[in-house]
């Protein structure tokens, strides 16, 4: 798969903070994916409770831009999907979506602030619609669990190569129990990649940012039960 690499709005920000902090740290070198991402993706992020009104799965629906098209997969397209055979080859191995598994879904699951295990994802399925393919997957927790003190889903790629975006302002969660509260995560004035660098190169700052991987991102989703 031919990813092509384009700027974005926040580019100069984030080349100001690459110049910026790696100065500070006396020219120590960074990833070249510090600058800007190089894939886009547009996610649509839900989180599933179970009958019990346990926090038990996330499903995901990612859009990928113009630059991620249909012959990119290398796999035949049927009424603009994949079969489930191709999803699986595509997705294993050296097939060319098989980054996401190999990234975790880029997908980071939390309860009470700490980070829960993912069970294998299901669901999964592959569509080439314009502009570019879309991918979906319904992603478990290992064990559903009762939110007693707040829970979370971050989608985001700690090195910023694959950038994710937020399909919509606010999320939805129809099977979310009266009580729980399903919301987006903002965090003010947090730049992704200024957040990450002082992580790498080990710049005092405030712990909640050094702490937080997901800190600055955009697709951040907060559950909090009463």
Not at 14 to 39: D, Q
Not at 91 to 115: E, N
């Amino acid at each position: 798969m031919t990813w092509r690499s384009r700027s974005t709005s926040a580019a100069p920000r984030r080349l100001f903070w690459v110049a910026a902090l790696s100065t500070l740290a006396g020219f120590v070198p960074v990833p070249p994916a510090t600058a800007h991402p190089h894939v886009f993706i547009t996610a649509k992020v839900t989180p599933i409770f179970d009958a019990e009104g346990r926090f038990a799965a996330v499903h995901e629906h990612w859009s990928f831009d113009q630059d991620v098209t249909g012959p990119a997969l290398n796999r035949p397209v049927r009424d603009g999907r994949l079969e489930a055979a191709d999803v699986a080859a595509a997705m294993s191995g050296g097939g060319p979506l098989a980054w996401i598994r190999r990234h975790a879904y880029l997908t980071r699951l939390t309860i009470a602030g700490r980070q829960v295990l993912a069970g294998e994802a299901r669901d999964i399925g592959v569509w080439v619609r314009p502009p570019g393919v879309v991918v979906e997957f319904t992603l478990p927790l290992a064990e559903a669990t009762t939110v007693a003190a707040g829970a979370g889903v971050d989608v985001f790629d700690p090195e910023y190569f694959y950038a994710v975006y937020l399909d919509g302002s606010t999320i939805q969660s129809p099977t979310a129990p009266p009580a729980c509260a399903v919301t987006r995560r903002r965090d003010a004035n947090i730049d992704p990649v200024a957040a990450m660098l002082l992580r790498q190169l080990q710049l005092p700052a405030d712990p909640r940012v050094l702490g937080d991987p997901a800190a600055g991102h955009e697709v951040r989703v907060a559950i909090d039960c009463r």
